[in-house]
């Protein structure tokens, strides 16, 4: 994890930790390849990354195939995801918004919801961040603009993130 700034992944790790431990949620979000894995970061914590536990209040935002397809066919595919981060946001949880280019719209939205609901934001982006970095608590950006190495960079962030929650709440 050298190509990351230690200290932003710290505070990645303690916010995360302190809001599971705390029967807060994370809610996880984002598109395409970054909704995949969306699905994999909560997968492992609900269930089990390394150590059995107690499952863990992480909900993956991009895997309700009746909620995304109803509020964007009646609404807009922008907000979709702000819409359960007001469902499911609270006030001490988590909003990790993952998107390789930072400027996803309805990621955006999404940290504007988790805001005024007093959620702390991390961004799992590329270089610079886009629009994501302006907006979030914690930015976590891969110095790259190659969708594969941002992505594959991800993958080894949050399994570090999940083995990190797991031993800090045993």
């Known amino acids: 994890m050298d190509i ?6 710290e505070a990645a790790v ?6 599971l431990g705390s029967n807060k ?12 894995d969306a699905q994999h970061i909560t997968g492992e914590l609900v269930g089990r990354f390394l150590k059995e536990r107690r499952g863990l ?45 930072g400027n996803s ?17 991390i961004a799992m982006t ?5 629009k994501l970095a302006g907006m979030s608590d914690i930015l976590l950006d891969v110095p790259s603009r ?5 992505q594959q960079v991800h993958i080894c962030l949050y399994h570090y993130l999940c083995e990190q929650v797991e031993a800090r709440l045993a």
């Open 4 to 9: 990351l700034d230690p200290a932003r992944v």
């Open 14 to 19: 303690a916010a995360v930790t302190t809001a």
């Open 25 to 36: 949620a994370l809610l996880v979000c984002g598109n395409g390849g970054s909704a995949s």
């Open 57 to 101: 209040k992480a909900i993956c935002l991009s895997s309700n195939a009746a909620v995304l397809t109803a509020w964007s066919n009646d609404y807009s595919y922008d907000s979709v995801f702000a819409r359960q981060t007001e469902a499911y946001g609270e006030p001490g949880g988590v909003l990790l918004g993952i998107s390789t280019s």
């Open 105 to 121: 719209r309805n990621v955006i939205a999404a940290f504007e919801v988790a805001k005024r609901l007093g959620m702390t934001t």
């Open 126 to 130: 590329g270089e610079g961040g886009g």
């Open 146 to 150: 190659s969708t594969p190495l941002i």
